[in-house]
Nanobody
Framework: QVQLQESGPGLVKPSQTLSLTCTVS??????????WSWIRHAPGKGLEWMGA???????YYSPSLKSRTSISRDMSRNQFTLQLSSVTPEDTAVYYC???????????WGKGTLVTVSS
């Protein structure tokens, strides 16, 4: 059974960079043909897919967030990370990591972590 766990600071100041890590157990992040995504849910809004990293290392980003988002991975630790720069209070959300077959529907999700952007 694949399990995903988000970790990182729960509070980030405006203009700083938000950094989160997703630790995966029960499966390798390099296994064909899985993609590993970051999704967020801001208060009063719908789920927003932010981007993904593929099993072979390529990255894909939402056009609306591409200029501020970076996703990378550490294969030795079976982790992938999210960095979102120049955050504002509008980036306050519960952030989830998830796995999908290619870029299809998400199969497995982490429990999510709340990140608040505030001074």
């Amino acid at each position: 059974q694949v399990q995903l766990q988000e970790s990182g600071p729960g509070l980030v100041k405006p203009s700083q960079t938000l950094s989160l890590t997703c630790t995966v157990s029960g499966g390798s992040i390099t296994t064909k043909y899985y993609y590993w995504s970051w999704i967020r849910h801001a208060p009063g809004k719908g789920l927003e897919w932010m981007g993904a990293i593929a099993y072979f290392g390529s990255t894909y980003y939402s056009p609306s967030l591409k200029s501020r988002t970076s996703i990378s991975r550490d294969m030795s630790r079976n982790q992938f990370t999210l960095q979102l720069s120049s955050v504002t209070p509008e980036d306050t959300a519960v952030y989830y990591c998830a796995r999908s077959w290619e870029l299809d529907a998400m199969e497995y999700w982490g429990k999510g972590t709340l990140v608040t952007v505030s001074s």
